[in-house]
């Protein structure tokens, strides 16, 4: 993009931009400059401050600290509608447009063209399919909305936006469910809209598309600004490594010296994979050994987990525990043979908010005894005061709903309810994140004690310096295949952004031949 | 341990024994009890005998709620049942037509459980099917006509009592006896909070949530079924037009004043059935005192909005902040 001779005063500036969540800093100081006419890339993992920052900009969240200037004048949105006043415009991943309305009231959603307070269907009609031609977009806009591709229903949404005066767009992961040829024509109206002079923001997580239509970039990372750079001048490996690597700042985990025989094998992938999902991976997970996923966003880690926990169910492979062939269809089938799973997204997919601690707790291990063989009220306390004592779970009430625990503390809760079920396998899907610094560095001293007393653990992170600290072994993911293996002294947090790096620039060779 | 009364009860409790006290106000006669025939009589006998449909059915329904579904179907239960049951009763023996009548609810319950929870359809529209072709299926069972039946072992069921109480009264007592117990004392209750509160992460608990979902609904319509003999054996036959009719809607509402929230989660056996009482009181109540039965239907909103508010955490809040204020 022409970034022009004389720095032109940038069109959207935010200076500072601080916001906190309870304990947890999810934006910290950020820095940001959009200028007119350029598309710029937003990156960073799950969790780096993207949303957040998106949402400050646009009202969304109301900021702690700092000051968001638009075309010179300092604006303070306190909703998305008063943000679209302003001229900043945002389309989500999910179009938030009514797919039973047809496409010219979806366009004229509000203000409609009206006559004596009647409104005018063929007036309107008219004008949007003018408005959508400008896009290139030739299509009958009285269908409804929702006979068409997700594609068009967001070049309709950005059309929308964009006819609402809109200067600045900001465009939320739009291209996670479209096809590559729907991907093209998403671009190509982002050009066009970039060279009348609109000030494009674009969050995604591949990495091709970023090459192919950014100008800029910044990277967020831990709710901090990593930097922002030209796109042509920043090689893939170094961007990676601003996305994933460490902060000179932070305090570093420290690798702890190795000196164990190789634990014997506590379950066994072969093959394992999902059409469409995860490619056929093999993975053998031994007892007090932990793996390490490591990989971008995206590239296939929790997918594996999933798959490992028979969440998704696999549709080629095998799998033994112990050397025995088990069945794996259903997270029953895993929690039967002992397997645990802390997944993610542990408000959705991890605790029953309205229920005690307790309850949560020992809702796995009542799950894996059965309906016939209740624990006792004395078992269920006994229980949970053992582990909120071993893990010190504050506040110490077993009878407190979980839901009002801190997130740190609600993390302990469920690893409680999986260490309740004397496990032998672990997965643990981004355990630290989330959660403040305090409990951040406890939660890595409990996986390493876990993997002394002979569990087998797979755990993923977004936190190289983490994996690195913890980790035995680890299984490098891109584009949702296993590419790699590092063993023991391989480890480091150069050598893993190489493997995930040498992979991209094989592909980016592929590319450069094509 | 089942027949524990949480804190939360209270308001339900004041508020059936609200009632009560109005009752006794507009009737003198309300809280007398008289023998006759070795069965007992009087007003309060006769709001827990006519409260026992809804009762029954509110039992199932709070467990359907729990799992965070409803059943709409129940009263077109009772009606599939009660026409079964009135249809074999004077041509076989009473276990015979009982269990028929129970197996046909039990078939209805595994339908909607397998539409919910297998197949993923909402449960209002789920159960919606069985709503609208249940009626139909009692009225081909019965083929449009009332039948009429004489078999004194199955009117027992209405009429009879046991130890001068009234049979109906000790179904339900016996139901939530055994609802309590096969809930409560085994996993089932919790596992069962578990799915309703979050599906998602007691399916990746390794609880298995579509058998939670199915055993609500087949124990749900096992109870209509049972609600329905009761009905029919009180009239001594099967009327598919109108058995049952709308009591769905009263067992619903039975299960929201007893503090059950339509969101699933944490319930209570003893407070869904104590809804059903706080419900039929008031009919009970409105009849006595001469007021013509249309006032039923306005008192009862009434009453079913004071219950929400009494619960109502916003509510609460605002009583807080009003006496921190004061102090």
Redesign the interface.
Known sequence: MDQGVFPKPPLLEVKGLTKTFGALRALDQVDFSLRAGEIHALLGENGAGKSTLIKLITGVLSRDAGTVVLDGQEIAPRSAREALDAGIATVYQEVNLLPNLSVAKNLYLGREPTRFGIVRDGEMKRRAKALLEGFGLHIDVAAPLGSYSVAIQHIAAIARAVDLSARVLILDEPTASLDQHEVAMLFSTMRALAARGIGIIFVTHFLDQVYEVTGRITVLRNGRLIGERPTAALPRIELIRMMLGRELSEETEERAAREKTPGTPCATFSNFGKTGYVAPFDLELRHGEVTGLAGLLGSGRTETARLV?G?ERADTGSVTSEGKPIRLH???D???HGFG?C?EERK????????TVR?NI???L??????????S?REQDEIARRFIKLLDIRPPDPERPIGLLSGGNQQKALLA?WLAIDPKLLVLDEPTRGIDVGAHAEIIRLIRELCDKGLALLVISSELDEIVAYSDRVVVLRDRAHVGTLGDAAISVPSILSAIAADARAEAAREGVT | MMLRLPRRGLAQILALIAILVIDRLVSPQFFDLRLQDGRLFGSLVDVLNRGAPVALLSLGMVLVIATRGIDLSVGAVMAISGAIAASLADSYPWPVAVAAALGAGLVCGLWNGILVAVLGIQPIVATLILMVAGRGVAQLITAGRIVTFTSPDLVWFGTGAVLGIPAPVVIVASMLLITGIVVRGSALGLLIEATGGNARASELSGVGTDLMIVAVYMWCSLCAALAGIIAAADIMGADANNAGLWLELDAILAVVIGGTSLFGGRFSLVLAVCGALIIQAMNTGILLSGYPPEFNLVVKAAVVLIVLLVQSPALASITTAVRKARA
């Open positions: 926990f969440a259903s997270p029953r895993a929690v039967r799973y997944p959705t997919d991890g605790i029953v908010a309205e229920l309850e020992v809702l796995a009542q799950a894996k005894l059965g309906i016939a063989r209740p624990l009220r309810r």
